[in-house]
């Protein structure tokens, strides 16, 4: 990736970034690689559990017409974990050199190629490296060693409860980063594997009976322990440790699923990662597990993350309370523990005897956690209180008294649940219809809009009537938009066709609300010395001006004054107060959009954490529909170095300054006083090659290439919170994760409304398999891009 930076009192700050590297091929390999004696290469690296132990080796590859087949992230100048400035391998591309070759691995340390030092190098000096390598490269990598494993066999008899495990892992699955292995997950009570003692979660599969389980995939897997009889031998392998990712709970997951006695976890992530992102699949799973095929109902459970093409079909999107006839309809016991959301879920009912039922789980509340609540369940009793007949305030009332400890028993039971529903539903069409805000009006405004934020229609208490879910990003067909107050619309899927009808919010009632809540926000940040405790909020336009902050003769270059996410105290712009907040700061709520054909395809831009690694993937795994354009410099040309492959040498620097100012370029930067660019005409190259240009820049070159005409598919991938990001990166600091997160915030409050999505996750195979899907759904014949008239 080549970077260029800003400096300001003596500290190198990262600003933008034009160029990955991906390399990749097929090729003959003719050498055998040697083990480097213990520490006799590469520097060390920070490590939770004392100092690591490391193996070293050197894997010769012979670069034919794509590449090494490789993926790489990390630098001096953009670490990849922590403040580590190793480069990491982060991808082995199927098919390519080194996985023909098969023994570089995924987290594997680059520490040389062939005799250049790259265990300190920048991004771009390892990448240069690679580039300049020859036909022949020789890696010299380092990567931890292996726990040492005890290899015994033991002996399992089948009970009625079957084997009584859960495994996870497999080519394509991986369990553990960069390990194909089968690995044990849940010890299930009653099966056989407790009542025999030996098997523990963490262990590795190695054989059942006579099948070989090392490097097969998971279907493989489930096949071969389908295949036994009665008695059952399984050769394990006991590590030395427990890996991070393998809970330890013994309990069944509710994502577990029972192949001839056997519980297997959905193919697509580990069984907690699956608890944890899928809670839609949980509510709808069995109480036990039963016979069912391998192949779940559950879009998200089969979806192959690693497969472009293989993404979900346009328009189809998931009901996150549809009804399996399958499940059970028997009073179950349900026993939850209350958090700081309470116990997170809703009621209704409790008239003329018709039953108490849960309307509304909360993610990320006890119930949803829990996986074993349902919307439908009619609550029979509480703490063994009986709700049978009981009103609508009673069952609160015995809800609210019920301690810590919660017993629920339910019942599920979804048609008189609809039937109930339905009969709400005519309750508030009828108050709407008759109340002043009725959308019953004379003149109907029609329009498509796409949404700037997420809406729960059951977290919105004033719905007058049956209200319509959707997502930032998602195109709505507003049918009617004459009400002030409330919009009935319709959602557009990505082939165009329409479904639902529903209520939503008006953009004056959005905007409303927003600046009443914003209103009542107590701002707080990092304070200084001088400030007495001034709070360090700024509002958007402020933002820009500091963060962004561009020369007066170049309005698209960045400025030496100010580097992105810089810190700029109170002193320097004052404090700010209320009103100034409130004032002319934009509140996200629609755009109005027009459908246009499609006659080029569309650059791509992700922003937020993970975004290098998912621009690697992206051309590494779909070289024939992803590629990164050449980038324009002053700077004298190398010998290696080829005008229009490495970089579009321009004559003059007064050039590019002029070509800066007629709006020819989307970014400019200046680097030890050369400037570097990338140009409208470079994106436009790859797009008329019918790829999606990659491109590594700022948000305010989202606008700009919609002012040249071509419309971005831009994504914000947005973490949960600092502790998801400390999730999916072990190694980092709650500082680090605190920072990242400050920034992805700050992004989404600058350039909200010209993303195309906001992508969130669990894990990292979760965000990159959504962002794949944004892509495609994206990719046309036809795309709504924002109309001439604003709302």
């Known amino acids: 990736m080549f970077s260029w930076w800003h400096f300001r009192?003596?500290?190198?700050?990262?600003?933008?970034?034009?160029?990955?590297?991906?390399?990749?091929?097929?090729?003959?390999?003719?050498?055998?690689?040697?083990?480097?004696?213990?520490?006799?290469?590469?520097?060390?690296?920070?490590?939770?559990?004392?100092?690591?132990?490391?193996?070293?080796?050197?894997?010769?590859l012979f670069r034919g017409n794509t590449g090494l087949g490789f993926s790489i992230a990390g630098g001096a100048d953009n670490p990849h974990i922590g403040e580590d400035p190793s480069i990491f391998i982060t991808k082995i591309i199927p098919g390519g050199a080194a996985a023909e070759d098969g023994r570089l691995k995924i987290n594997d340390i680059i520490v040389k190629v062939n005799e250049v030092d790259v265990s300190e190098a920048t991004h771009s000096e390892a990448v240069d490296a690679l580039k300049q390598a020859g036909t022949r490269v020789v890696l010299h990598v380092k990567r931890l060693k292996a726990p040492t494993e005890n290899v015994l066999e033991i002996q399992l008899i089948k009970s009625n409860k079957g084997l009584g495990f859960s495994i996870a892992g497999g080519i394509g699955n991986q369990h553990i980063p960069g390990d194909n292995g089968i690995f044990v997950t849940k010890i299930i009570e009653g099966g056989a594997a407790e009542?025999?003692?030996?098997?523990?979660?963490?262990?590795?599969?190695?054989?059942?009976?006579?099948?070989?389980?090392?490097?097969?995939?998971?279907?493989?897997?489930?096949?071969?322990?389908?295949?036994?009889?009665?008695?059952?031998?399984?050769?394990?392998?006991?590590?030395?440790?427990?890996?991070?990712?393998?809970?330890?709970?013994?309990?069944?997951?509710?994502?577990?699923?029972?192949?001839?006695?056997?519980?297997?976890?959905?193919?697509?992530?580990?069984?907690?990662?699956?608890?944890?992102?899928?809670?839609?699949?949980?509510?709808?799973?069995?109480?036990?597990?039963?016979?069912?095929?391998?192949?779940?109902?559950?879009t998200y459970a089969n979806e192959d993350p690693g497969s472009f093409g293989m993404l979900k079909q346009k328009g189809q999107r998931k009901d996150p309370y549809f009804y399996d006839p399958h499940i059970s309809r028997d009073p179950r016991k349900i026993i939850l523990k209350k958090g700081s959301t309470g116990l997170g879920f809703n009621i209704v009912g409790g008239e003329n005897g018709e039953g108490i039922f849960v309307s509304f789980i909360l993610a990320g509340a006890p119930a949803d956690l829990s996986g074993e609540l349902r919307r439908g369940d009619q609550i029979l009793s509480v703490n063994g209180k009986d709700l049978l007949l009981a009103t609508h305030e009673e069952a609160a009332g015995a809800l609210k008294t019920a301690g810590d400890t919660v017993e629920l028993v339910v019942q599920y039971r979804p048609d008189e649940y609809n039937r109930f529903e339905a009969k709400i539903q005519d309750l508030r069409e009828q108050m709407m219809n008759t109340s002043t805000g009725s959308l019953r009006t004379t003149q109907k405004r029609t329009l498509y809009v796409r949404a700037l934020f997420d809406y729960e229609p059951t977290k919105d208490s004033g719905l007058p009537s049956k209200g319509l879910a959707f997502k930032y990003g998602d195109i709505l067909h507003v049918t009617n938009a004459s009400d002030d107050e409330w919009w009935q619309a319709r959602y557009v899927t990505p082939d165009g066709e329409e479904e639902g009808m529903g209520i939503i919010p008006s953009k004056k009632r959005v905007d409303r609300k927003e600046r009443a809540r914003l209103k009542n926000v107590k701002f707080t940040g990092k304070t200084s010395e001088k400030t007495n405790g001034n709070v360090q909020h700024m509002n958007a336009n402020e933002k820009k001006k500091k963060n962004f902050s561009f020369s007066k003769r170049f309005p698209f270059m960045k400025s030496k004054d100010?580097?992105?996410?810089?810190?700029?105290?109170?002193?320097?712009?004052?404090?700010?107060?209320?009103?100034?907040?409130?004032?002319?700061?934009?509140?996200?709520?629609?755009?109005?959009?027009?459908?246009?054909?499609?006659?080029?395809?569309?650059?791509?831009i992700i922003l937020g954490p993970l975004k290098d690694r998912i621009n690697d993937d992206l051309i590494s795994e779909f070289p024939d529909k992803f590629g990164s354009c050449v980038p324009h410099t002053t700077r004298p040309r190398r010998d290696y170095e080829a005008d229009g492959r490495d970089y579009h040498f321009v004559d003059s620097r007064e050039q590019m300054e002029r070509d800066i100012q007629n709006h020819l370029f989307i970014e400019a930067g200046q680097y030890n006083e050369n400037l570097y660019g990338t140009s409208v005409a470079s994106v436009k190259e790859v797009a008329e090659k019918g790829k999606h240009c990659i491109l590594d820049v700022s948000g305010n070159a989202i606008k700009r290439l919609q002012v040249a005409g071509l419309y971005p598919v831009a994504i914000l991938i947005k973490p949960k919170s600092i502790e998801s990001i400390m999730d999916m990166n072990k190694r980092i600091t709650e500082e680090q994760a605190r920072l990242t997160y400050e920034r992805t915030m700050k992004l989404e409050q600058e350039f909200g409304e010209y993303f195309t999505a906001v992508v969130q996750g669990d894990t990292a195979n979760e965000i990159y398999a959504k962002v794949k899907e944004v892509i495609r759904d994206q990719s046309g014949p036809t795309i709504w891009v924002p109309a001439k008239e604003k709302l």
């Open 195 to 298: 009542q025999d003692g030996r098997l523990a979660v963490g262990d590795r599969l190695i054989a059942v009976n006579e099948a070989n389980l090392d490097n097969v995939t998971h279907e493989e897997a489930v096949a071969a322990l389908k295949a036994t009889q009665e008695v059952v031998n399984l050769t394990i392998a006991k590590p030395s440790y427990i890996p991070d990712n393998v809970s330890q709970d013994q309990g069944t997951p509710p994502s577990a699923r029972k192949v001839e006695n056997v519980a297997v976890v959905a193919p697509t992530s580990s069984p907690d990662t699956f608890i944890r992102s899928s809670p839609d699949f949980r509510r709808s799973s069995p109480d036990k597990p039963t016979n069912v095929s391998l192949h779940s109902e559950n």
């Open 562 to 604: 100010h580097a992105v996410g810089e810190d700029i105290s109170a002193d320097e712009r004052g404090a700010d107060s209320e009103a100034s907040y409130r004032g002319d700061e934009p509140i996200l709520s629609y755009e109005a959009v027009v459908q246009q054909e499609l006659k080029y395809t569309r650059p791509v």
């Open 9 to 60: 009192s003596g500290h190198r700050v990262r600003s933008v970034s034009f160029k990955k590297y991906v390399d990749m091929i097929m090729y003959e390999q003719d050498g055998q690689g040697q083990i480097w004696p213990q520490g006799s290469e590469g520097g060390e690296s920070d490590y939770i559990n004392g100092e690591p132990e490391w193996e070293y080796e050197t894997i010769p």
